[in-house]
Nanobody, 115 residues
């Protein structure tokens, strides 16, 4: 069983930056594809960014050029650097990990961007 714990959310003004972290318990972190999703109440959870076991990244069009996902396998941690934040980035951000048929979610961290 893997537990994912997010941190780094908060309230920030538009145009500023935040960095989210997600630390995984257990072994074999490097074998997991990792990602960040976000959800606004009443909407479906949507993909923000993914990073593969080899470091290949993918981003939602809405965050390309502003957000960067990275991972540190020695620390069992995945990061989401969010720059030039916009009010529409306000959401609960969830960490996600997948290996073979197993997938895991964190509990979520709130990001609020004020205009």
């Amino acid at each position: 069983q893997v537990q994912l714990v997010e941190s780094g959310g908060g309230l920030v003004q538009a145009g500023r930056s935040l960095r989210l972290s997600c630390t995984a318990s257990g072994n074999f972190f490097s074998a997991y594809a990792m990602g960040w999703y976000r959800q606004v109440p009443g909407n479906q959870r949507e993909l923000v960014a993914l990073i593969s076991t080899t470091g290949t990244t993918n981003y939602a069009d809405s965050v390309k050029g502003r957000f960067t996902i990275s991972r540190d396998n020695m620390k069992n941690t995945v990061y989401l650097q969010m720059n030039s934040l916009k009010p529409e980035d306000t959401a609960v951000y969830y960490c996600y990990g997948k290996r073979l048929t197993d997938s895991y979610w964190g509990q979520g961290t709130q990001v609020t961007v004020s205009s």
